[in-house]
Each structure stands twice: as structure tokens, then as C-alpha cells.
């Protein structure tokens, strides 16, 4: 179905995730910081990202900041930010993303956000990122 990469510093949660996209058709590839996740765009663009926001190393907001910053075409992946902070809808503006589910969620819940995602394909906009 689609090529996606999951963005997810708690292993478990990571594996978890990656496991139920997978067996619903997904190529999935997993990092487990930002930076890795950074690397992993370079290697092969995904059709959509799915990012945790609190992560050691470089956090989901600084991968997305960085991928503009690098400007070569990794800012044209959609992003779906995957959290339990507590002003979620702030921080997806900020990124600029539309794209956002509070953690814990439904298998459903994300199904149909990744439907949407892969229809719409809508990047980031750059203005929102602080």
C-alpha cells in the first residue's frame, strides 16, 4: 500500500506500530530519534512520516525543521505527529502539519489518518516552523 517510516523512540511502541502498518500492507521502516529518522528520509523518501514529538537526540519538531533546512525535497513528505503532549493541535500548527493523533489511539483512528494522509499528500508549510 504505502511506504512509510515511523518515528518512535520507545522500542516497543516503535515495533508495536510498525507491526499492525505492516500487516495491513505498509512498508514500514522504523528510527528511533530523529536523527536516525533524518538518515532514513536520505536513504529513500517515504510517502509519509509518522513522528513522535519528545525524543532524545533530535525531537520531531527539529526533524521536521531540519528537513526544510536541507531543502532537498524531504520537506514535501507528509508528517503525522503521534503524541500524548498535552496541546498536541499547538505543536502540529507549529510544525505545520494538519496531520496529528493524540496518543493512545484506535487502529481505526489511525487507519482512516493515513487514508486522508495518502490522499491528500499535504507537506508541511515552512512558515509555521519556529
Given at each position: 500500500m504505502?511506504?512509510?517510516?515511523?518515528v518512535e523512540d520507545d522500542p516497543d511502541a516503535a515495533e508495536a506500530l510498525g507491526e499492525i502498518l505492516?500487516?495491513?500492507g505498509h512498508d514500514v521502516r522504523i528510527a528511533f530519534n530523529g536523527e536516525?529518522?533524518?538518515r532514513m528520509l536520505e536513504e529513500r523518501a517515504p510517502e509519509a512520516a509518522l513522528l513522535d514529538?519528545?525524543?532524545?537526540i533530535l525531537d520531531g519538531p527539529g526533524m521536521v525543521a531540519t528537513m526544510f533546512v536541507r531543502d532537498a525535497g524531504l520537506e514535501r513528505v507528509p508528517i503525522v505527529l503521534l503524541s500524548g503532549v498535552q496541546d498536541l493541535p499547538a505543536v502540529a500548527a507549529q510544525v505545520g502539519t494538519p496531520y496529528?493523533?493524540?496518543?493512545?489511539y484506535t487502529f481505526e483512528t489511525l487507519?482512516?489518518?493515513l487514508a486522508r494522509v495518502l490522499v491528500e499528500r499535504t507537506p508541511p508549510r515552512r512558515?509555521?516552523?519556529?
Amino acid at each position: 500500500m504505502a511506504d512509510l517510516l515511523v518515528v518512535e523512540d520507545d522500542p516497543d511502541a516503535a515495533e508495536a506500530l510498525g507491526e499492525i502498518l505492516r500487516v495491513n500492507g505498509h512498508d514500514v521502516r522504523i528510527a528511533f530519534n530523529g536523527e536516525q529518522g533524518l538518515r532514513m528520509l536520505e536513504e529513500r523518501a517515504p510517502e509519509a512520516a509518522l513522528l513522535d514529538i519528545e525524543m532524545p537526540i533530535l525531537d520531531g519538531p527539529g526533524m521536521v525543521a531540519t528537513m526544510f533546512v536541507r531543502d532537498a525535497g524531504l520537506e514535501r513528505v507528509p508528517i503525522v505527529l503521534l503524541s500524548g503532549v498535552q496541546d498536541l493541535p499547538a505543536v502540529a500548527a507549529q510544525v505545520g502539519t494538519p496531520y496529528f493523533l493524540c496518543k493512545p489511539y484506535t487502529f481505526e483512528t489511525l487507519r482512516r489518518m493515513l487514508a486522508r494522509v495518502l490522499v491528500e499528500r499535504t507537506p508541511p508549510r515552512r512558515a509555521n516552523l519556529a
